[in-house]
Nanobody, 114 residues
Framework: QVQLVESGGGLVQPGGSLRLSCAASVSVFSLYTMGWYRQAPGKLRELVATITRGDVPNYVDSVKGRFTISRDNAKNTVYLQMNSLKPEDTAVYYC????????WGQGTQVTVSS
């Protein structure tokens, strides 16, 4: 059973930074495509960023140049560095893992507000 545990969310002022982490309990983490999604109140869950097992990142246009996804296969962890945060980035952020099947974490709240 794959478990994903996110951490690093919180309250930050506009223009600030946060780093999210997602620790995965999987046998071969390097096989998984990892991703971050987010869901704001009243909106559908949307893709934020993914990183393939070959370390190729992909971003939604709204976060390009501000967010960076990375992975540490030795630690079974994927990260999302978020800079220049905006109020519209406020959402619950979910970690996602995909290899044959899809798995989700429980989510971590990110609130950008002054």
């Amino acid at each position: 059973q794959v478990q994903l545990v996110e951490s690093g969310g919180g309250l930050v002022q506009p223009g600030g930074s946060l780093r999210l982490s997602c620790a995965a309990s999987v046998s071969v983490f390097s096989l998984y495509t990892m991703g971050w999604y987010r869901q704001a109140p009243g909106k559908l869950r949307e893709l934020v960023a993914t990183i393939t097992r070959g370390d190729v990142p992909n971003y939604v246009d709204s976060v390009k140049g501000r967010f960076t996804i990375s992975r540490d296969n030795a630690k079974n962890t994927v990260y999302l560095q978020m800079n220049s945060l905006k109020p519209e980035d406020t959402a619950v952020y979910y970690c996602n893992a995909f290899f044959l099947k899809e798995y989700w974490g429980q989510g971590t709240q990110v609130t950008v507000s002054s």
